[in-house]
């Protein structure tokens, strides 16, 4: 498996495995524990979790999985957003609910230490500076190995790196959600951060796949995603069928394709896609490894210039908690 270099000596898989489904119902499954396994049988060995995924049952559920196999992963989780069973998440940046948090987070995991630990969203009514002091502070104690932080503003991070040194900085990034380019990424390379790209999909539409709505379970996030709506969708829906015809041309997958992409932007970038499918974490290794040339790629970036998805990348509660600064 091809390696990421992040920040502060942390080298991980160029590939990971998103793990926010194995909070819902499916994730207790006997695909998903196949899953993790074959992940970890591929090298592909960040696994990236949230305290508030379900309530904390993702993290739960990655935990018993890894089970005796723990010291093969880097686990990767989150603190900062309260769980809601209805309506947006909440923020809580507050020093002391960072630490009750990785608390919490070590318990559901069954480890003893946090391998990355990230400030999931800025609470703007905290200054990072003090939920940083908090992970320091975690650090120092042996609890957490690194530290990251997630959606927010190249300001933010500045403020942030400067009380505790990040590894790494994660945010939605893919062909078609390139905004990280304008400000953020510039910002982690000038600090010596890594980036980890969320979405690196786009929640399936890169995949040369089309979704089937109405099959979708009603926990799935795409029903309440802004591009998979009304017209948003059909056009995404256009582009996407486009992006596939274009890797079948060129002789790739359409999802390896686009992630082979994304790892082509810097040997500091990781990809953490999401599934529940051991076919799907073969397929996203493979990219990895798979030959493309600069001809390709120039040819991929034609079909997507920065903007051209439809609709929001969230809801507006959500999108007003992204690129804090």
Not at 1 to 16: D, F
Not at 126 to 154: N, T
Not at 247 to 268: K, Q, T, Y
């Amino acid at each position: 498996m091809r390696e990421a270099t992040l920040g502060q000596g942390l080298t991980v898989p160029a590939v990971g495995l998103g793990c926010m489904g194995l909070a819902t119902p499916a994730g207790r499954g006997e695909r998903a524990a196949a899953t993790v396994a074959r992940a970890l049988d591929l090298g592909v060995r960040m696994f990236d979790t949230a305290g508030y995924y379900g309530g904390g049952a993702g993290e739960e559920a990655l935990g018993r999985l890894l089970g005796s196999r723990r010291e093969q992963a880097v686990v990767a989780t989150k603190t900062g957003v309260v769980h809601r069973d209805a309506g947006p998440p909440g923020l809580d940046g507050r020093p002391e609910a960072v630490r009750r948090s990785c608390e919490a987070s070590l318990k559901r995991l069954g480890t003893d230490v946090i391998d990355l630990y990230y400030l999931a969203r800025v609470d703007p009514a905290v200054p990072v500076e003090d939920s940083m002091g908090a992970m320091a502070e975690l650090v120092a104690e042996g609890k957490v190995r690194h530290v990251g932080l997630c959606e927010a503003a190249a300001a933010t991070i500045e403020q942030a790196h400067a009380v505790q040194p990040l590894t790494a900085v994660q945010t939605e990034y893919s062909l078609w959600e390139r905004h990280v380019e304008r400000e953020i990424l510039p910002a982690c390379r000038r600090l010596g951060i890594g980036f980890v790209a969320y979405r690196p999909l786009g929640l399936g539409m890169l995949t040369g796949e089309r979704p089937d709505m109405g099959a979708l379970p009603p926990y799935d996030w795409r029903h309440r995603d802004p591009r998979h709506q009304g017209e948003a969708l059909a056009r995404n829906l256009d582009l996407a069928a486009r992006f596939a015809a274009l890797a079948a041309e060129l002789g790739h997958g359409a999802a390896e394709l686009a992630l082979a992409w994304l790892l082509s932007r810097g040997g500091d970038v990781a990809v953490i896609p999401g599934t529940l499918d051991p076919g799907h974490v073969e397929r996203d290794a493979a990219a990895a490894t798979m030959p493309v040339t600069a001809a390709e790629l120039r040819r991929v970036e034609e079909l997507f210039p920065p903007g051209c998805a439809a609709g929001e990348r969230y809801a507006p509660p959500m999108m007003r908690m992204v690129d804090q600064g």
